[in-house]
């Protein structure tokens, strides 16, 4: 059960992550390429949908996977620590007060 809510929340959290970062890579890329000059030319030349849209999918393919990773070895290491058992029994002390 742990491993499944870890897989799909770590595939959100990259999901989310790349679509709010993207506009931001476009033109970081546009700059570093010298396809502008200023951060205004590059959104200017990349257009508004662009911005948003270009290389999504590409970056969605390869993020989340990474960030899906992540998260399951969090949850796997918190696991077989023991880390998850003294969390629990955190929540219920705080259920009784």
Excluded: H
Aim: aromatic fraction near 8%; charge should be positive.
């Amino acid at each position: 059960m742990c491993s499944q809510i870890s897989i799909g929340t770590g595939y959100a959290a990259g999901a989310v992550g790349t679509i709010l970062s993207n506009p931001a890579d476009n033109i970081v890329s546009s700059l570093y390429n010298r396809k502008a000059e200023t951060i205004l030319q590059a959104v200017k030349d990349i257009g508004l949908v662009n911005l948003f849209t270009r290389s999504l999918p590409i970056r969605m393919t390869l993020v989340g996977p990474v960030v899906t990773l992540q998260w399951f070895f969090y949850d796997t290491i918190k696991v077989l620590s023991g880390l998850i058992v003294l969390l629990n029994s955190s929540v219920n002390m705080l259920r009784l007060v």
